[in-house]
């Protein structure tokens, strides 16, 4: 790790606030230089590692990580926080949206990376064996891209392990979220978020969503600000008393991406945070003659995660998210097989798409059923790769 120093900053690894840049070990790494804050009390203690700009749009998590640096003083601090404000380097002042534009991954959807990989794996790698090695939690801010605006939420993934479990939600659980995802067991040995390939290794991270179309409001930078500072209470950096919760924190354990069935201009019925149930219509397609040519339905009954804001979507691009509510813990518990026999990341329900019946038979098909049929088998995966968007 090579590091550069600010003049206003202590030496790297002493007390006080250290400012600068560092470069990782990996020399495929070395063209870039990360910022870096890192505050160090006099008291040792837990490690906090806090980042944004893996999405460079998702600017309120940015400014979050940047007022933060403010809010942790030295002498009264146990431990460390460190932050890096901007992760996705390559992207700056590039204004890419989702990707690292040098491999065209998604970070996010890259850990827990790979050091023999693509320069997003390589990264993601880094992250969590070079930076965050020793950290007791990693909290990876996010929400609101170019095009898309997204609920309060936070996001932990399950684990076997019931310890680390009840750790990762107990620190998803100090946001004043609308939401609280706990990513099914299932998602743990494909690449995935940071709280999915810190888990597939026994640690901790968890992600706060918050934003909408690359604006820095202050709703949504106050909710990372508080989360984070409540997530350092949680682990005893600081001792002062956490935010009041205003925000009802349902505990959501499924994550249903819906992908746009058709070329058309989205008309949204429903906003994050609204409950919807199965089969509602959330919106329809239309084409530029504002005729309607297919209507998104609800595939379960839950809350809106996000939804894409620009109108004109493709045919198999996300369009909206749907967290569902976690069932009651007495009803859980019987059915913990089942759960864990889970293994299909439901990316697109194929039922929740109705097409008008004009639109069937020009596509040769008369049976809705077997149209959908056909929609899913297409498939997210391969309309659209996870990678190319957040989440
Ligand atoms: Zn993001």
Redesign the pocket.
Known sequence: MKITASSNSVAYGEPGIFRGHFSFADPRLSGYMWPLCEIRGDRDGPRLCISAG??VN?VAAIEAAVRLQKLFDPRKIQGSVSIIPLVNQPALYKYSEYVCPLDGKNI?FSFPGDPNGSFSEILCDAIMNEWCVGADCYVDM??G?LRENVSKFTIFQHTDDPVLDERARRMAMCFDAELVVGLPVAHIPKPGRPPTGFASKNRLAIMSEAGANGLVDEASVQFHVDGVLNVARALGILDTPSTEFQRARVPCDDYIWVACPTDGEFYSEVEPGDRIHKDQRLGTICDLFGETVAEIAAPETGFLLWRITHPSIPNGSPVLAIAVEERAASQRKGDIRTQQSQTTIRPWHGTNVRFKPELLQKKGNTDENHNDYSITHRGFVACCPVGTR?G
């Open positions: 893996v999405h998702e996010n996010h929400g891209d957040q």
